[in-house]
């Protein structure tokens, strides 16, 4: 049993505080022929600076902007070695310094938490984060193919070359371990494809029920097709201040907590260590749920969960301050790239203990609206309809989820998703039966970027600054 050191544990520390005030992004399309990849890009853009109620104008906030961080998860999808360079000219910002970062899955989320530290170190006071994934350009199967090489080739290639088949092993073992029902995870599905009918911008929407998920084709056993995301062509970008510059710019200032954890490729080969605790739990917490894991040969990290995401969690909490996340959180935004993910996380986050996740999908707290009460659910997941239902445009991933917290957090929510010229601005009409999904004066909210079968992760905590 590894036991980290204390130097390993270390919160982060930053010298001074990070705000977001602005979030722009495309909608998300399984093909996007009409527009190349800067042009993309420059549509959030242009929402991030025009859109947002910004107190300057577009082109003046553009020449505030001193550092740029761009996340992509392949060059292979466009065939252009560093694109970040062509999108940052073509967006009219050099010389400004810039760089690029491919994290897998978690490139989104690993972007803002680069982009966060030029603010936190002073090195800059307004840097534009962006995110991107041009996943039309080759066959479905080869872009499987190119996803499926940020597992371990030499370990996990050999279940096959597709990440359902990563994940579907994982799904088994959490079924059997917790003794999960199989509705549990449908419901996810239908949930998270349900709130992207409010989207305009969401790749995958649609009303389904927990019947027709389970009744669905078998990808990789026991996870069906619903139960799986899909590869997204699309955008988005985000601005990040230093304090001075953040309320000069809005008059509705969002702070930025985020922090990382890692894990290794190989998920059934992942050493037993000491996990942290969260602030609300204790030692007595786990003390049968360990016995029953000694009695399947368990031990944790193993399939049943994600170390990095409990590591990310943790510095993150206890840099934002976090005492209860399901007190201390108003929403939260998970890596739902399929149903299992959703559900590990839940744990991982400390929604709630572990071996409990699927009493925070049955007992309808992680609902907009409670079944069982018809109140606000205590912690929605996924109200924009998360990877399941509106995108999974990877480098973009990270960066939307988070955005899309900031917008519930400022409000705007509506302003975005239930505008009718927003649904035609991408070619849609507005549902008749559309329905707001805008939380009552939310606090703070809570966004996970994932990788592969859980090797990167960050975890970013936002709070309102006014």
């Known amino acids: 049993?590894?036991?980290?050191?204390?130097?390993?544990?270390?919160?982060?520390?930053?010298?001074?505080?990070?705000?977001?005030?602005?979030?722009?992004?495309?909608?998300?399309?399984?093909?996007?022929?009409?527009?190349?990849?800067?042009?993309?890009?420059?549509?959030?853009?242009?929402m991030m600076l025009e859109e947002n109620d910004l107190k300057k104008d577009p082109l003046e906030v553009k020449d505030l902007i001193n550092m740029c961080t761009y996340g992509e998860f392949a060059d292979h999808f466009q065939d252009q070695l560093l694109c970040e360079a062509k999108v940052h000219d073509y967006l009219?910002?050099?010389?400004?310094?810039?760089?690029?970062?491919?994290?897998?899955?978690?490139?989104?989320?690993?972007?803002?938490?680069?982009?966060?530290?030029?603010?936190?170190?002073?090195?800059?006071?307004?840097?534009?984060?962006m995110g991107w994934e041009r996943m039309d350009e080759v066959k479905t199967w080869t872009g499987n193919y190119y996803i499926a090489s940020a597992a371990c080739k030499d370990f996990e290639t050999r279940l096959a070359r597709n990440y359902a088949s990563y994940y579907a092993p994982m799904?088994?073992?959490?079924?059997?371990?917790?003794?999960?029902?199989?509705?549990?995870?449908?419901?996810?599905?239908?949930?998270?494809?349900?709130?992207?009918?409010?989207?305009?911008?969401?790749?995958?929407?649609?009303?389904?029920?927990?019947?027709?998920?389970?009744?669905?084709?078998?990808?990789?056993?026991?996870?069906?097709?619903?139960?799986?995301?899909?590869?997204?062509?699309?955008?988005?970008?985000?601005?990040?201040?230093?304090?001075?510059?953040?309320?000069?710019?809005?008059?509705k200032p969002v702070k930025l907590f985020t922090a990382g954890?890692?894990?290794?490729?190989r998920t059934g080969d992942r050493r037993p260590m000491r996990f942290p605790l969260l602030p609300h739990e204790t030692e007595e917490d786990y003390k049968e749920l360990w016995k029953e894991m000694d009695k399947h040969d368990g031990r944790w990290p193993g399939f049943e969960s994600f170390g990095a995401t409990r590591f990310a969690?943790?510095?993150?909490?206890?840099?934002?301050?976090?005492?209860?996340?399901?007190?201390?959180?108003?929403?939260?935004?998970?890596?739902?790239?399929?149903?299992?993910?959703?559900?590990?996380?839940?744990?991982?986050?400390?929604?709630?203990?572990?071996?409990?996740?699927q009493d925070?999908?049955?007992?309808?707290?992680?609902?907009?609206?409670?079944?069982?009460?018809?109140?606000?659910?205590k912690c929605p997941a996924n109200l924009s309809g998360g990877?399941?239902?509106?995108?999974?445009?990877?480098?973009?991933?990270?960066?939307?989820?988070?955005?899309?917290?900031?917008?519930?957090?400022?409000?705007?929510?509506?302003?975005?998703?239930?505008?009718p010229k927003m649904w035609e601005r991408y070619g849609k009409k507005k549902p008749a039966d559309w329905k707001s999904l805008q939380l009552k004066d939310p606090r703070r909210g809570l966004a996970i970027s994932h990788a592969g079968v859980g090797s990167h992760v960050t975890c970013a905590v936002l709070e309102k600054a006014w």
């Open 360 to 377: 925070f999908v049955t007992s309808g707290e992680c609902y907009h609206t409670n079944p069982h009460t018809g109140k606000q659910g």
């Open 1 to 46: 049993m590894i036991k980290l050191a204390p130097g390993n544990l270390r919160v982060p520390k930053w010298t001074r505080p990070v705000y977001m005030v602005a979030f722009g992004t495309t909608d998300y399309r399984k093909k996007y022929p009409e527009k190349n990849l800067s042009e993309l890009a420059m549509m959030a853009f242009r």
């Open 261 to 265: 954890g890692s894990d290794t490729l």
């Open 313 to 357: 969690a943790y510095w993150a909490y206890n840099m934002a301050g976090i005492k209860n996340p399901l007190e201390d959180l108003d929403l939260v935004e998970t890596h739902d790239a399929f149903t299992i993910s959703d559900l590990q996380t839940y744990g991982d986050v400390g929604l709630t203990l572990y071996g409990r996740e």
């Open 92 to 129: 009219g910002l050099n010389p400004l310094p810039n760089w690029g970062l491919k994290t897998g899955g978690a490139t989104g989320g690993y972007t803002l938490l680069s982009g966060a530290c030029t603010i936190a170190s002073g090195y800059s006071d307004c840097t534009m984060v």
């Open 387 to 419: 990877l399941l239902g509106t995108m999974h445009a990877v480098g973009a991933t990270g960066i939307f989820q988070a955005g899309e917290v900031l917008w519930q957090l400022q409000g705007k929510y509506d302003k975005f998703h239930g505008d």
């Open 171 to 251: 799904a088994r073992r959490f079924g059997e371990m917790y003794k999960v029902d199989e509705r549990v995870r449908a419901a996810i599905a239908v949930k998270n494809r349900g709130y992207a009918c409010s989207s305009p911008f969401a790749h995958q929407a649609g009303k389904h029920t927990v019947d027709e998920v389970l009744n669905g084709a078998i990808v990789s056993d026991p996870l069906r097709f619903l139960e799986c995301c899909a590869m997204s062509v699309g955008a988005a970008s985000v601005l990040l201040c230093s304090e001075e510059l953040a309320y000069k710019l809005t008059d």
